[in-house]
């Protein structure tokens, strides 16, 4: 809804701004790894899982105000909201502690294979049959992932695989979480407000990690602490929230089609910002998970 609480007009297609909105989104998230491995050198990584969930909570929360978005009512959802949001802090946490061992460029593949955990348990848990096209789909994604975890070209250190096995967990937890939110009732709460119980309970979630995590502050320097703040405030506090407003508008299978490119920035970003080493291996995975992407979101005839 817009601020004077008029539903924007629904557009049968995508046009020239919202493509390149969608461009945007997928460029940011992309850049949202790169961030936070910047972040990791002053921060710790429960404590960098915290405080993004923290100051994003609150400019959510702001915005919520400004909007009149009703967040406080009983609705049913606190149950979906608890557990949607626990599922979400355990998946920031792995992604935060994958990045100390493995590449961000690794990380953006492993973590992008959510949207197939979501297609196998929707298959199974929700009754939502698969096709020949998406099964293929799949298959494609897979094949992409053994090609990372085979390719040592690209390892970034001895203990690289942990962390790639980290951002596979998190993309499943990242499908949990998606999952959780379709079978409950927090599926009928505003998006802000399903997004403040993930920011909320995710925060409160990991507090006890923070015993195993080592020092809380590393380097703090300003390039950290920007970091930070990018993530908390463009990337969850803004960019979710343009996204709500895209998929309110436009048809949720052509915004879908972009999510291939998110992984494709993410290797790339990770390559020329971070200086990671790359590989062809590395690209045909690339290939192979994008494609795979491709083919999951294609729409049925």
Known sequence: MSATGVLPRRADALNSAAI????GLTFAWALNSVAAKIALAGFNPILLSVLRSVVAASAVYLWCRWRGVEIFGRDGSLPGGVLAGSLFGMEFALIFLSLDYTSVSRLTLTMNTMPFWVLIGAHVLLGERMSATKFGGLVL?????????????????PDALIGDAMGLAA?????????????TKVADAPAEKILLY???????????????AGPPLRDVSSPAIVALLFQALVIVAFTYVVWFGMIRR???ASLSSFTFL??????????????????????AALALVAAGLVLVNRPAK
């Open 262 to 283: 998110t992984p494709v920035f993410g290797v790339a970003c990770g390559g020329i910002l971070l200086d990671e080493p790359l590989s062809p291996i590395l690209f």
């Open 250 to 252: 436009y048809p949720a």
């Open 20 to 23: 390149a909105t969608m461009l």
């Open 141 to 157: 994604a897979f094949c992409g992932v053994a090609l990372v975890f085979a390719d040592k070209l690209s390892l970034p250190g």
């Open 198 to 212: 993930q920011l909320v309970v995710g925060a409160i979630v990991v507090l006890p990690l923070f015993a195993v």
């Open 171 to 183: 993309g499943v937890l990242w499908a949990a979480t998606t999952l959780v939110i379709r079978r």
